[in-house]
């Protein structure tokens, strides 16, 4: 006359709770702001694309390219626009790539404006020269600590002696 096993039933309900806020506590946002992933922001995927014709670029010629542009011609059946899906901002480029704070590598490539929730996306690169593998990633980064790495690179290209001759040209430049 009972109903059934009322107890078990709270038990188990108190463990699926339980487990929910196991889940729940170790995919607990940030307080302050939270951040877009990787998975679900197309800027980011643009550039996860972007960093691929890097490194493909980079395995053929054994350096970076000098300007951006040749890494959408790197897919020809899908080119990838140099330009922020959110912002409509192109994409800032910086060969030799900026040293940012916090972060390991160089960032070559990344947002012009941060329309990230006040943040940029950017691709770091790692690695490469001789016997290394060049590695690439793409990194969501506070603003002030891209525009901190911009002045470090202006005072440091100001004060850096032009080079004595430069450097020669892509010999085999993609046709349009
Ligand atoms: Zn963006």
Redesign the pocket.
């Known amino acids: 006359m009972q109903p059934p096993r009322p107890r078990l039933t709270a038990m188990a309900c108190g463990a699926i709770l339980a487990a929910l806020a196991a889940g729940c506590r170790t995919a607990a946002p940030s307080p302050v702001v939270r951040r877009p992933s990787v998975e679900e ?1 197309l ?1 980011a995927e643009r ?1 996860h694309d972007l960093s691929g014709a890097i490194l493909f670029y980079y395995a053929a010629h054994h350096r970076l390219p000098e300007s951006p542009a040749v890494l959408a011609s790197l897919g020809p059946e899908d080119p990838v626009p140099l330009v ?4 409509d901002q192109p994409y800032l480029y910086h060969p030799t790539g900026l040293r940012v704070q916090g972060q390991p590598g160089r960032m070559v490539l990344y ?1 012009a404006v941060a ?2 929730t006040g943040m ?2 950017g691709v770091f690169v790692d690695g490469g020269g001789t016997g290394r593998r060049l590695i690439a990633r793409v990194v969501l980064v506070a603003d002030a600590a891209v525009i901190a790495a911009e002045q470090r690179a202006a005072v440091a290209a100001a004060e850096a002696q032009p080079p004595a001759d430069a450097p020669p040209a892509p010999a085999d430049a993609p046709a349009e």
């Open positions: 922001d800027c550039l922020c899906p959110l912002s947002d329309c990230h940029r996306w």
